[in-house]
């Protein structure tokens, strides 16, 4: 069974940074997208950013714009979040999703594979 694997949370002071990551373990896993969602106390998960391998496409939630950076190693589907000037709106738990579809998708149905989530906490 295929698991996606998260790293690099903790805690952080606000305009300081972090950066999260991912890889898969178990089962040979394979996706053409793969992305960040979060999800603070008391919210809805939400979109962060997504890559798509096929051709570096990315989207990003208009909230972390110019601050997050995704990227990753497409050979091993791993991941990166790279996030700077964090805020304390930014505290969550951040989870690693793949989707086996090729658009760079923003809703969290619509990826197949999930992580167990790290937690991000900025203090103000």
């Known amino acids: 069974q295929v698991q996606l694997v998260e790293s690099g949370g903790g805690l952080v002071q606000a305009g300081g940074s972090l950066r999260l990551s991912c890889a898969p373990s178990?089962?040979?896993?394979?996706?053409?997208?793969m992305g960040w969602f979060r999800q603070a106390p008391g919210k809805e998960r939400e979109f962060v950013a997504a890559?798509?391998?096929?051709?570096?496409?990315?989207e990003y939630d208009d909230s972390v714009k110019g601050r997050f950076t995704i990227s990753g190693d497409n050979a091993k589907n791993t991941l990166f979040l790279q996030m700077s000037s964090l805020k304390p709106e930014d505290t969550a738990v951040y989870y690693c999703?793949?989707?086996?579809?090729?658009?760079?998708?923003?809703?969290?149905?619509?990826?197949?594979?999930w992580g167990q989530g790290t937690q991000v906490t900025v203090s103000s």
């Open positions: 999703a793949g989707r086996t579809g090729y658009t760079v998708a923003v809703i969290a149905s619509l990826y197949d594979y």
């Open positions: 890559i798509r391998w096929s051709d570096g496409s990315t």
């Open positions: 178990g089962s040979t896993f394979s996706s053409h997208v």
